[in-house]
């Protein structure tokens, strides 16, 4: 295997390490000026930079082993995954245009749902928007730890060390530059990951193609890597509803769609952000069943589990040469910093303008990550064998509770209030521990493992385990929300009729105001205030003026 040097490889992580530090710290003291540029940047992306913002949102170093793993088992299950990964994006345009039009001055979608269904819904969404941001900053430095185990070689025993030091300064340069930086350094730095991973794939593509053998006859032999299978038909359902979800649960999306300049940038930039994906991701994808016909990976059952996500990496070390894999571990590089930034200042968005309102200084936003990289790292250095649970977990969490909150946008159910939509999303978790008591006859434990994707996406080709659970997430939490509303309409009728107070369940409620609905109109506007100050003391210097006129007009009558 066509490994660097233990020397060449820590120069080529530090370096790059180095180099992302001072571009960040660079274009931090050049765009962040406010606070409002540390959270939020409205109006100000064309579609060129929402177009690589978005592309840049599932480009982390995760991807090098979650679409080659899954292309392990055919190539009908990575063109689903590919397609479940771009044509949400296409979803964001009308909705980022119904909640600019309802909450202007907002930046993330946590807020909407704080006016609408009011306080607890909005903590209750926002806790759990930050619990899936540190799920998959998780696995990005997961991903990025076996990145760099498969591209240098180093054991996680014997050079343990070695393999935990890149996290932790990756943590540490992203904390600084985005600590000053904020939201407006991680616009730039996803523009530069886009561009990293075009390269990375281009690159990689030629490398592969020069140099790797293909045995024709163990195409012939796994030709049922281009059939379609069970697998694959229950991928069609699954990845998008797991994807779409949880696209809407993190803020990092919200933040760009009000970066956007206008509502033409936003769906040209989703539009080509969703090609650039689907390119990107199959042609990556597609060396996990190059590695199938080269005699790399012989199959998901001759191997052990861990070799399944780290095939394009056994591919291009049995095959390309050694500047291969330090370009490789550039790229990478690059690529996990700029999508570590981007959950940092989404979590930081979040925590600022959920929890404290945006009435915090600026510096107290900034120790937000600091006590992040606190939380994080510890976490981080024991590497998860499997990162594609990881993003599973979270999917599955949002597939439970964001179909209910999603029901905020159609002002046809203004009846409903934060406790259906509560009860919903809680009733959507339940769901799936109910729908694993039934498949499992009746064992807790297997039902309650299914709550954290315990056997995986696929654990084999028979079952309907990962199906079962990812249709049971998102129409029970729809279920529950018309139970839950049916059962406070009943209880209003009889609380009317007992007490005689009025029965207002179906009365229309005022529309929302956008001042009132932003909640943080100061912070975005800040010279609003300055303005009414100013026509305050104007107002105060005419009173004061007109009183001294008539005391002197008095005094005048008294001397006369």
């Known amino acids: 295997m066509a490994y660097p040097s233990d020397d060449a490889s820590m120069a080529i992580i530090y370096v790059t390490l180095g180099v992302f530090l001072i571009i960040g710290l660079v274009i931090s ?11 939020a940047a409205a109006k100000t992306a064309n579609s060129g930079v929402i177009m690589c913002n978005f592309a840049a949102q599932g480009l982390g170093a995760g991807l090098q082993l979650t679409y080659p793993e899954i292309a392990t088992y055919g190539l009908q299950p990575l063109i689903t995954y590919s397609l479940a990964a771009s044509l949400p994006l296409l ?19 946590t807020e909407f749902i704080r006016a609408r269904f009011g306080v607890p819904a909005g903590l209750f969404l926002s806790t759990f928007t930050i619990i899936t941001l540190y799920v998959f900053m998780l696995s990005e430095m997961t991903s990025i730890h076996s990145v760099i185990q498969s591209l240098t070689g180093w ?18 340069v992203t904390m600084m530059y985005t600590a000053w930086g904020g939201f407006k350094v991680s616009l730039v730095t996803d523009t530069i990951q886009a561009s990293f991973f075009i390269i990375l ?56 769609c009000y970066a956007a300049k206008s509502q033409k940038d936003l769906t040209i930039g989703c539009i080509l952000a969703a090609c650039l994906i689907f390119c990107l991701t199959f042609l990556v994808g597609f060396s996990g069943l190059i590695a199938s016909w080269s005699n790399v990976y012989p199959g998901p059952n001759n191997v052990n ?9 056994l ?26 930034d981007t959950l940092q200042t989404a979590l930081v968005a979040t925590v600022s303008n959920d929890i404290f309102r945006n009435k915090i200084n600026v510096w107290w936003t900034r120790l937000i990550l600091i006590v992040n990289a606190a939380v994080i790292g510890p976490v981080a250095s024991n590497k998860v064998n499997d990162v594609l649970i990881l993003y599973l977990i979270a999917d599955l969490v949002s597939a439970a509770i964001m179909p209910a909150m999603l029901l905020g946008f159609t002002d046809r159910l203004y009846f409903l209030n ?21 498949y499992y006859n009746g064992d807790a434990s297997s039902a309650g493992a299914l709550l954290i994707i315990n056997e995986g996406l696929y654990p084999s080709y028979n079952s309907f385990e990962a199906l079962g659970t990812f249709i049971a997430a998102p129409v029970g939490s729809i279920l529950w929300t018309i139970a839950a509303f049916g059962v406070r309409v009943l209880y209003m009728y009889i609380r009317s009729k007992i007490t005689g107070a009025e029965f207002s369940v179906f009365e229309k409620p005022k529309p929302l105001d956008p001042a009132v609905v932003a909640g943080n109109e100061q912070m975005l506007r800040p010279s609003l205030s300055d303005r009414e100050a100013e026509s305050a003391n104007n107002n105060l210097r005419h009173r004061g003026a007109g009183r001294r006129e008539n005391n002197s007009d008095s005094s005048e009558d008294d001397k006369r």
């Open 315 to 340: 591919l291009v070390n049995r095959f390309c040469p050694a500047w291969i894999n330090g370009l490789m571990m550039v790229l990478s590089v690059a690529l996990s910093c700029a999508a570590y």
């Open 155 to 172: 054991s996680s025993e014997t050079q343990n060390v070695w393999l935990i030091m890149p996290i932790v300064v990756e943590m540490l």
């Open 29 to 39: 003291f050049f765009v962040t000026k406010t606070k409002t540029d540390f959270l």
């Open 201 to 256: 794939v281009v690159v990689c593509t030629i490398a592969v193609a020069v140099n790797v053998e293909i045995d024709t006859d163990l195409i012939h032999q796994r030709s049922d890597l281009l059939k379609d299978s069970q697998l694959g038909w229950q991928l069609l359902y699954i990845l998008p509803v797991a994807v779409v979800f949880n696209n809407y649960f993190l803020s990092s999306y919200w933040q760009r």
């Open 91 to 109: 979803t964001f345009p009308p909705l980022a245009s119904q909640l600019r039009k309802k909450c202007p001055e907002g930046f993330i979608l």
């Open 418 to 438: 934060g406790f259906d939509v509560i009860i919903g999303g809680l009733g959507g978790i339940l769901t799936v521990f109910l729908f694993g008591l039934v």
């Open 305 to 313: 589990e861990d070799s399944s996500s780290t095939v394009l990496f």
